[in-house]
């Protein structure tokens, strides 16, 4: 592929990202997870939401290398998701799938609209091109979101797939019925 970019229009911005980057080098300093491959060793991927108040590996008891993270605004079931867990599964190890949005999330406390008008209103940037995947029942969109998933037609039939929401005030998943 050509570099489209010339080279003043190439640069890393280090003043923007110097704490990014010395925490890296007292990180790699210690660095010994160089023996892990890129499967799952656990057989686990969890899809779940972006928030930050969210450690995937801790909340489930997981390390490096035991589990693939799918993370996205709301831990909804898109067809990228789908893309990630088929290559997941047939490349990486997975067998089992878990979906896992949580409480307080942003996502399931406005609407497309309302996140749309916010954006506008605040920033002035017009963000209708976006399906930013809100929902009004968290729980129904949970549910769905499994059914994608158990339904996927490049996925195997017998994948394991459940559905827990984590509740960011306790630090507990709570599984659900789906």
């Given at each position: ?84 867990l088929t290559l997941a ?83 507990r998943i709570n599984p659900?019925?789906?």
């Open positions: 592929m050509a570099n489209v970019f010339s080279d003043s229009e190439k640069h890393f911005p280090q003043s923007e990202f110097a704490d990014v980057l010395e925490a890296n080098s007292v990180y790699a300093e210690s660095f010994q997870d160089q023996h892990l491959t890129g499967s799952a060793a656990k057989g686990l991927a969890v899809v779940t939401c972006m928030d930050s108040r969210i450690d995937p590996l801790g909340v489930l008891g997981m390390r490096a290398g035991d589990v693939k993270i799918v993370r996205n605004a709301g831990a909804r079931v898109t067809s990228d998701v789908l893309r990630t599964h047939y490349l990486l190890n997975v067998s089992r799938i878990l979906v896992m949005p949580h409480t307080s999330c942003k996502m399931a406390s406005a609407t497309d609209e309302q996140i749309w008008d916010l954006i506008y209103e605040d920033f002035g940037v017009d963000t209708r091109s976006l399906n930013f995947h809100t929902v009004q029942d968290q729980m129904g969109a949970l549910a769905l979101d499994v059914q994608k998933i158990r339904s996927a037609p490049l996925l195997p039939k017998d994948i394991t797939v459940g559905g827990a929401l984590y509740d960011v005030a306790t630090g659900v019925e789906v």
